[in-house]
């Protein structure tokens, strides 16, 4: 690394990124700093700092959308009482991530800039219908998280553009979501194989909607409109459940790691869905305290 700038402002560390195309930005450093210290990847040659900004730390929880400025910690999503009860899998996902200085220190942001098929917060965010704000000398845009990614370490956003904002509707009544991940242990732990739902019943208790997005089975995280369409219009049990993972599993492309491989995760793709859309329901009938996010 060659060069260091600590912007103050979202303003000057969009001139920064227009004046250095070769920069890439620096938060909570959990993905960038471990990933050149375990030898895979060496720092930028020129990193511009934002956790001194003070407007992409702030958080706005109203009825029709939660909006997350970029600095947004993964504690901050496990412990919010509102998160909890109304975005479900984005406290459950938060919960699971690294160790509780991860979680401290770790952004929305960077998580979602890192790009990584493996990153907990990622399927949530697609089933929740999330958003993004790219903030650049040229002026503002808003893409769909689903748009925003675009492979293992890629994203659609320009070299000069900042991520400033997560936007996240409100749920609908009747719903509830949830993500699952299958892990080794429970700490320190990269997804093996994660499953997001998001499903709304009707009042005669069959399912009205469902949103399915999977986890480290794909060059990124991926919805399944397949599966959710198999969902629409039946009972929310067990057999529907599994007939959804069953599709859900045939269209994973995942990879051989020193994790698992390919086979064992195709297999654990139909066991995390059929848990996740379980858990998502049970939420929709009953919905989680602010104390806790089991229902």
Same mark, same amino acid.
């Given at each position: 690394?060659?060069?260091?700038? %600590?912007?103050?402002?979202?303003?000057?560390?969009?001139?920064?990124?227009?004046?250095?195309?070769? %920069?890439?930005?620096?938060?909570?450093?959990?993905?960038?700093?471990?990933?050149?210290?375990?030898?895979? *990847?060496?720092?930028?040659?020129?990193?511009?700092?934002?956790?001194?900004?003070?407007?992409?730390?702030? *958080?706005?929880?109203?009825?029709?959308?939660?909006?997350?400025?970029?600095?947004? #910690?993964?504690?901050?999503?496990?412990?919010?009482?509102?998160?909890?009860?109304?975005?479900?899998?984005?406290? &459950?996902?938060?919960?699971?991530?690294?160790?509780?200085?991860?979680?401290?220190?770790? #952004?929305?942001?960077?998580?979602?800039?890192?790009?990584?098929?493996?990153?907990?917060?990622?399927?949530?965010?697609?089933?929740?219908?999330?958003?993004?704000?790219?903030?650049?000398?040229?002026?503002?845009?808003?893409?769909?998280?689903?748009?925003?990614?675009?492979?293992?370490?890629? #994203?659609?956003?320009?070299?000069?553009?900042?991520?400033?904002?997560?936007?996240?509707?409100?749920?609908?009544?009747?719903?509830?979501?949830?993500?699952?991940?299958?892990?080794? =242990?429970?700490?320190?732990?990269?997804?093996?194989?994660?499953?997001?739902?998001?499903?709304?019943?009707?009042? &005669?208790?069959?399912?009205?909607?469902?949103?399915?997005?999977?986890?480290?089975?794909?060059?990124?995280?991926?919805?399944?409109?397949?599966?959710?369409?198999?969902?629409?219009?039946? =009972?929310? &049990? %067990?057999?529907?459940? %599994?007939?959804?993972?069953?599709?859900?599993?045939?269209?994973?492309?995942?990879?051989? &790691?020193?994790?698992?491989?390919?086979?064992?995760? =195709?297999?654990?793709?139909?066991?995390?869905?059929?848990?996740?859309?379980?858990?998502? #329901?049970?939420?929709?009938?009953?919905?989680?305290?602010?104390?806790?996010?089991?229902?």
């Amino acid at each position: 690394m060659s060069r260091y700038a %600590a912007a103050r402002t979202a303003a000057e560390a969009v001139d920064l990124l227009g004046a250095d195309p070769g %920069a890439r930005v620096i938060a909570g450093g959990t993905d960038l700093v471990v990933a050149a210290r375990n030898g895979k *990847q060496p720092l930028p040659g020129s990193l511009v700092a934002v956790h001194r900004i003070a407007e992409l730390a702030r *958080q706005r929880d109203a009825e029709a959308e939660l909006e997350l400025g970029a600095l947004t #910690t993964h504690a901050w999503l496990e412990c919010s009482p509102r998160v909890r009860t109304r975005w479900s899998a984005l406290a &459950d996902a938060a919960a699971m991530i690294g160790s509780p200085a991860t979680r401290a220190t770790g #952004t929305v942001g960077g998580n979602l800039m890192n790009a990584s098929p493996a990153m907990d917060l990622g399927s949530p965010l697609l089933v929740l219908g999330a958003e993004v704000e790219l903030r650049s000398g040229r002026g503002t845009r808003t893409l769909p998280v689903a748009e925003l990614l675009a492979g293992p370490g890629r #994203t659609t956003a320009a070299p000069d553009e900042l991520l400033t904002i997560v936007r996240v509707p409100g749920p609908p009544s009747r719903s509830g979501s949830a993500y699952v991940r299958l892990e080794h =242990r429970k700490a320190m732990e990269i997804a093996i194989v994660g499953a997001a739902a998001a499903v709304r019943l009707r009042p &005669d208790g069959l399912v009205g909607s469902a949103l399915l997005a999977l986890t480290a089975v794909a060059p990124t995280c991926l919805r399944v409109p397949h599966a959710e369409a198999l969902l629409i219009g039946r =009972r929310a &049990d %067990a057999e529907t459940f %599994a007939e959804a993972a069953t599709v859900a599993a045939a269209a994973v492309a995942p990879i051989t &790691d020193v994790r698992a491989g390919a086979a064992y995760r =195709r297999a654990m793709t139909s066991v995390v869905v059929t848990r996740a859309l379980a858990l998502a #329901t049970a939420r929709a009938v009953r919905p989680p305290t602010e104390t806790g996010r089991n229902p």
